[in-house]
């Protein structure tokens, strides 16, 4: 079974930075995309950023230069790096793995930033 754990959430003022971490039970060497994901309040999931095993990368528009996505294969795991944040970035984020055929998710971290 494959496990995602996310880690790195908290409690942020406006203009702050956190790094979310996710780190996967399998390797992740190969053909794959992992993603981030949000959702606040009322309001549907919606995709952060994605990086493909290529490393290429995608983001909402809404985070396009403030958020930054990577990966590091050796230890299976991906990063978010979220800076200048700002009170619309408040919701749960979640970890995603489309892994041959699978497709995982975290169980999310809360992010909530103040103004």
């Known amino acids: 079974q494959v496990q995602l754990v996310e880690s790195g959430g908290g409690l942020v003022q406006a203009g702050g930075s956190l790094r979310l971490s996710c780190a996967a039970s399998?390797?992740?060497?190969?053909?794959?995309?992992m993603g981030w994901y949000r959702q606040a309040p009322g309001k549907q999931r919606e995709l952060v950023a994605v990086i493909s095993s290529n490393d290429s990368t995608n983001y909402a528009d809404s985070v396009k230069g403030r958020f930054t996505i990577s990966r590091d294969n050796a230890k299976n795991t991906v990063y978010l790096q979220m800076n200048t944040l700002k009170p619309e970035d408040t919701a749960v984020y979640y970890c995603r793995l489309q892994h041959y055929g699978g497709d995982y998710w975290g169980q999310g971290t809360q992010v909530t930033v103040s103004s």
């Open positions: 399998v390797n992740i060497f190969g053909p794959n995309a």
